[in-house]
């Protein structure tokens, strides 16, 4: 069934759409990722104007954000206070995001800039998750000592400390903050989340308990997503509601799919999995920069 | 249905006439790509596009032969579902006088409103292949489709080709801006090529068929990829390489129902739009774990 999209201005199969949701919910409700990461190159190859697959994606994001925020704020694993720390600084670099992103459309960047982004981050995020799912697996056949909790590290000398009672921290707020602008460029340029950056820069940087770690994220997330949408929205007239409608209904079966479907398999074989899979991701993208392209030349059409 | 149609554009030549706004004149050729040639003094006048054509010619010395022609629909309308559109385009030529000797040919043109664009070029820099060099083009249509009675290159003479902007090189206009690259013809040659490949431009040599050298029909295909717009389908009669008419009616591509609204929410009320997407996305997140936790514990 074809469907034309009225902001893209596309024709695409509806299915093809749904499927592609599906797939990425899956993926969500398996790993526990928000998948943003993977919809957006998708989009990308099915032939969605990058400007648009960006915006749309981030909107799809906040879908699937809301329903495991929810599922988290139930079982009390959200630090508020840290979230409105990492959002604050998220929402500011959002709107910086939404800029760049707007002066590279002019200057014919866009596309390379966000796959640069996709292959440095994928290529690092997929290495580090393979070393250490691989590590897992081997420490489960030869259990060693406990790691600490956190180690103190310069993170803990710089100056404006607050309590985030809810993770058991006392901190300076600047690290929170820039790891939330960073995330919120992230956001806005490559129309992700972002979970996949903050996620091990809270463990690692910040020092927060495993537990908490996840649903704060995906607490921010929603907002920093939510507003990143908007400002596409209103400044650029990128989203395209009914592209994210089928993306999301895909993708919120999908998720529960994988939800189910994790529940029975091994966790140290599906990150090995999902390291695999973002690493493939990764190198087509790659490939399509190193490669000499079949058409040298592209358009791009200039207002409407 | 086709066939009644015909024979209706046959009979009623008036009827058909009325569904189209008149016979063309270019206007000035503005400064393009193709150099103004000199303009020979025998060269026929149409009466202004603008101004219904009478039946009868104004002129002292009428056309011996006026092209009459409708089209199947003079509007195309973009809805959820659509899958592109096939638009038959028929006609007949009015004579006054026996049938002239000569080989007569007939050019059909759809041509969508035009957009600026910018053409780039991939060059290797470190490796990786980057948008390096552009070509600004003031205006381009974002759809032209030429059906042909025979090669275009036999049937219209180039002059002509400059005068009315048939052929598919003609029809991009102006650059715009001054050109950064040395030699812009691989760039304007790029983007027929890729439109051509996705269907936007089209060229369908003897798609035109024409019965005993009067009646003509050919069927259009408009990809599901369309841009809206007020398009304009253009009719030319030829003899031995030269148009002695021409005419032209608008099909106005419109998106409809949903996708209108979609469409004018996002770029009138921008704001509501962005909040209403964020509620679809919002509602979805919250009713899907909700109503899979209800299915969980039943």
Redesign the interface.
């Known amino acids: 069934?074809?469907?034309?999209l009225?902001?893209a201005?596309?024709?695409v199969n509806a299915f093809t759409l749904m499927g592609l949701g599906g797939l990425v919910g899956v993926m969500s409700g398996l790993f526990g990722v928000g998948g943003g990461f993977l919809i957006t190159p998708l989009l990308f190859f099915i032939g969605i104007p990058p400007a648009i697959a960006v915006a749309t994606g981030a909107?799809?994001v906040?879908?699937?954000?809301?329903?495991g925020v929810?599922?988290h704020m139930k079982r009390r694993t959200v630090d508020f206070r840290m979230g409105g720390v990492l959002l604050a600084g998220g929402l500011a670099g959002s709107g910086l995001g939404v800029l760049v992103f707007n002066l590279l459309q002019r200057i014919?960047?866009v596309?390379?800039v966000v796959q640069?982004c996709y292959v440095v981050f994928l290529g690092l995020i997929g290495a580090m998750m393979l070393q250490e799912s691989l590590r897992a697996l081997r420490r489960a056949r030869l259990p060693s000592a406990r790691r600490r909790l956190h180690q103190h590290n310069w993170v803990h000398r710089l100056p404006l400390k607050v309590k985030f009672r809810a993770s058991g921290l006392y901190i300076s707020v600047i690290p929170p903050l820039l790891v939330g602008v960073a995330v919120g460029v992230l956001a806005a340029i490559m129309g992700v989340g972002g979970g996949f950056i903050m996620v091990p820069a809270m463990i690692y940087l910040l020092g927060m308990p495993t537990k908490v770690v996840v649903g704060t994220s995906l607490f921010q997330i929603t907002f920093v997503t939510?507003f990143t949408?908007?400002m596409?929205?209103?400044?650029y007239?990128t989203?395209d509601?009914?592209l994210?409608?089928l993306l999301?209904?895909g993708g919120?079966?999908g998720?529960?799919i994988g939800t189910t479907l994790g529940a029975r398999l091994r966790a140290e074989q599906l990150r090995i999995l999902l390291a695999l899979l973002v690493l493939a991701v990764c190198g087509k993208l790659a490939l399509d920069?190193?490669l000499?392209?079949d058409?040298?030349?592209?358009?791009?059409?200039?207002?409407? | 249905m086709r066939t009644l149609a015909l024979i209706l554009a046959l009979a009623l030549p008036d009827l058909a006439l009325a569904q189209g706004t008149g016979s063309t004149m270019p206007a000035q050729p503005d400064a393009g790509l193709i150099p103004p040639v000199d303009r020979p003094e025998n060269w026929p006048l149409f009466p202004d596009p603008g101004q219904p054509r009478s039946v009868v010619s104004p002129t002292a010395d009428p056309q011996a032969e006026q092209v009459v022609a409708g089209l199947s629909d003079s509007s195309v309308a973009?809805?959820?579902?659509?899958?592109?559109s096939d638009i038959l385009i028929y006609g007949a030529v009015r004579r006054e006088a026996p049938v002239p000797e000569g080989e007569l040919d007939v050019i059909v043109t759809i041509e969508a409103p035009s957009?600026?664009?910018?053409?780039?070029?991939?060059?290797?820099r470190a490796?990786?292949?980057?948008?390096t060099d552009?070509v600004e083009v003031g205006a381009a249509p974002?759809y032209y489709a030429v059906a042909t009675t025979g090669p275009l290159d036999q049937i219209l003479l180039p002059d002509w080709d400059n005068r009315y902007r048939i052929s598919l090189p003609r029809v991009l206009r102006a650059f715009e801006g001054a050109i950064e690259v040395e030699n812009s013809v691989?760039?304007t040659e790029?983007?027929l090529?890729?439109?051509q490949q996705n269907g936007h431009y089209l060229l369908e040599e003897g798609a035109v068929t024409l019965v005993d050298d009067t009646l003509f029909r050919t069927d259009i295909r408009l990809p599901?990829?369309l841009?809206e717009g007020d398009y304009r389908a253009r009719i030319f009669l030829l003899r031995e390489g030269q148009v002695i008419d021409a005419y032209s009616a608008a099909i106005e591509v419109r998106?409809v129902g949903?996708?209108?609204w979609?469409?004018n929410l996002?770029?009138d009320q921008?704001?509501l739009?962005?909040?209403?997407?964020?509620a679809?996305?919002?509602f979805?997140?919250?009713?899907?774990?909700a109503a899979?936790r209800k299915l969980r514990r039943a």
């Open positions: 069934m074809q469907i034309y009225p902001i201005e596309v024709s909107n799809q906040v879908a699937s954000s809301v329903s929810l599922a014919g960047k596309e390379l640069l939510a949408t908007l596409h929205a209103v400044s007239n989203v509601v009914m994210a409608l999301i209904l919120v079966v998720a529960q920069l190193f000499t392209p058409e040298l030349y592209s358009i791009t059409t200039r207002s409407r | 973009i809805t959820t579902s659509f899958d592109g957009q600026p664009l910018t053409i780039w070029k991939k060059t290797r490796g990786i292949w980057v948008n552009r974002s691989p760039f790029a983007l090529r890729i439109r599901a990829n841009l998106k949903l996708e209108r979609l469409y996002a770029f921008p704001l739009y962005g909040l209403m997407s964020l679809v996305a919002v979805a997140g919250w009713g899907a774990s899979f």
